[in-house]
């Protein structure tokens, strides 16, 4: 389970989303989720679906990759798709037990569980595409104008990067202690669900500790060698905006103006 998380995880490539600028990355992706979230019908979820497929293709990452960051959210999933079947009132399509399956419910349900997988996947994408150093620097560019109001962009794209650096170190750490428990004796592929939470509590407590250990020994890194926040500091890479990027926003906003288009003056 642990080695088929792909969070955080950059697929190196030469495509030309890889090329793009990150705050270009950045501000597609916010546009394109906004749209998501604006559609209110399967065409259109389907149309932007299909338009994402297409994103993928031209990426150049493999499809396994993406279905390997869809699986660990299955769970997720089954909960956004069952929990609308049970507490959505309706037209009664059959029964199970004392529950009552509705249409509306199974539109709702399969509906939300749709957006998510898409949302999960576009997610992915920008993560995979981009470098966790080179989302830090366009996020911290994207949020710089607001310095003036007291944020801290600088510190907020450093604790991102520390995130995303660590997401494989704490899996791959995580995996060593499965097997240390598992050569013990620990069972904790057998039982229900509650029984293998409980399974698992040995395998959390040390990998919290390990944690906690590796923040310790980065914080003492970083004061050694005098890191004093973003103030002065420089990069030895430097953005570049370029046409490309400002091709890709405009797009991705032609998208958002062409979904609320069609949902609200047709």
Same mark, same amino acid.
């Given at each position: 389970?642990?080695?088929?998380?792909?969070?955080?995880?950059?697929?190196?490539?030469?495509?030309? @989303? #890889?090329?793009?600028?990150?705050?270009?990355?950045?501000?597609?992706?916010?546009?394109?989720?906004?749209? &998501?979230?604006? !559609?209110?019908?399967?065409?259109?979820?389907?149309? @932007?679906?299909? @338009?994402? !497929?297409?994103?993928?293709?031209?990426?150049?990452?493999?499809?396994?990759?993406?279905?390997?960051?869809?699986?660990?959210?299955?769970?997720?999933?089954?909960?956004?798709?069952? @929990?609308?079947?049970?507490?959505?009132?309706?037209?009664?399509?059959?029964?199970?037990?004392? /529950?009552?399956?509705?249409?509306?419910?199974?539109?709702?349900?399969?509906?939300?569980?749709?957006?998510?997988?898409?949302?999960?996947?576009?997610?992915?994408?920008?993560?995979?595409?981009?470098?966790?150093?080179?989302?830090?620097? =366009?996020?911290?560019?994207?949020?710089?104008? &607001?310095?003036?109001?007291?944020?801290?962009? #600088?510190?907020?794209?450093?604790?991102?990067?520390?995130?995303?650096?660590?997401?494989?170190?704490?899996?791959?750490?995580?995996?060593?202690?499965?097997?240390?428990?598992?050569?013990?004796?620990?069972?904790?592929?057998?039982?229900?669900?509650?029984?293998?939470?409980?399974?698992?509590?040995? /395998?959390?407590?040390?990998?919290?500790?390990?944690?906690?250990?590796?923040?310790?020994?980065?914080?003492?890194?970083?004061?050694?060698?005098?890191?004093? =926040? =973003?103030?002065?500091?420089?990069?030895?890479?430097?953005?570049?905006?370029?046409?490309?990027?400002?091709?890709?926003?405009?797009?991705?906003?032609?998208?958002? !103006?062409?979904?609320?288009?069609?949902?609200? &003056?047709?």
């Amino acid at each position: 389970m642990w080695q088929e998380l792909m969070l955080g995880q950059y697929y190196p490539s030469n495509s030309w @989303l #890889h090329r793009l600028d990150p705050r270009s990355k950045l501000a597609g992706i916010f546009l394109f989720m906004t749209s &998501f979230f604006v !559609v209110n019908d399967y065409f259109l979820l389907g149309g @932007l679906g299909l @338009l994402v !497929v297409g994103i993928i293709k031209l990426s150049g990452i493999p499809w396994p990759v993406f279905l390997g960051s869809l699986r660990p959210m299955l769970w997720l999933m089954a909960i956004t798709l069952i @929990l609308p079947l049970i507490f959505t009132p309706g037209k009664t399509l059959f029964t199970l037990g004392p /529950v009552a399956i509705s249409q509306e419910g199974l539109n709702q349900g399969a509906y939300a569980t749709l957006r998510l997988a898409i949302v999960v996947v576009v997610t992915s994408l920008l993560t995979f595409t981009t470098s966790p150093i080179a989302l830090s620097d =366009g996020l911290e560019a994207l949020l710089a104008p &607001f310095r003036r109001l007291g944020l801290p962009a #600088h510190e907020l794209a450093m604790m991102m990067t520390i995130a995303l650096r660590f997401i494989p170190t704490l899996l791959e750490e995580a995996q060593k202690i499965i097997n240390a428990q598992k050569a013990r004796g620990a069972r904790l592929d057998q039982g229900n669900i509650f029984v293998r939470t409980k399974a698992y509590l040995p /395998v959390l407590i040390p990998l919290f500790l390990s944690a906690f250990r590796r923040a310790d020994q980065l914080a003492l890194a970083m004061e050694a060698r005098c890191y004093r =926040g =973003g103030q002065g500091r420089t990069r030895m890479r430097q953005l570049k905006w370029e046409v490309r990027d400002t091709a890709a926003v405009m797009f991705c906003a032609g998208v958002l !103006v062409a979904v609320i288009a069609l949902r609200y &003056f047709t």
